[in-house]
Nanobody, 123 residues
């Protein structure tokens, strides 16, 4: 599967952005999918994940209540709605998918990665 992330940009603290991940190739509903981010000088980290059906979700503690992940398998897309953004959310955001059906969000678990989209939050 090929993944393409979009929707990043510059926003003021407290603002919102909507990231989109478009998939092509194999049936998208076959993949557990997640959003990750990598800030300046930091390691890539898990942000949010969603099950193949979209019923089950998981979030990093720092984004709970502010970010929402969703998917539309008919349109082969996964969305990350980000509200109440903070300067510490500044990072390159990546969408990723994996063949293995598990609820493990380690970076190494994921087989397919998009190219990343930059989110910059100014204070």
């Amino acid at each position: 599967v090929q993944l393409q992330a979009s929707g990043g940009g510059l926003v003021q603290a407290g603002g919102s952005l909507r990231l989109s991940c478009a998939a092509s190739g194999r049936t998208f509903s076959s993949y557990v999918t997640g959003w990750f981010r990598q800030g300046p000088g930091k390691e890539r980290e898990f942000v949010a994940g969603i099950s193949r059906s979209g019923i089950r979700t998981s979030y990093q503690d720092s984004v709970k209540g502010r970010f929402t992940i969703s998917r539309d398998n008919a349109k082969n897309t996964v969305i990350l709605q980000m509200n109440s953004l903070k300067p510490e959310d500044t990072a390159v955001y990546y969408c990723a998918a994996k063949d293995k059906v598990s609820w493990n969000w380690d970076v190494g678990e994921f087989d397919y990665w998009g190219q990343g989209t930059l989110v910059t939050v100014s204070s």
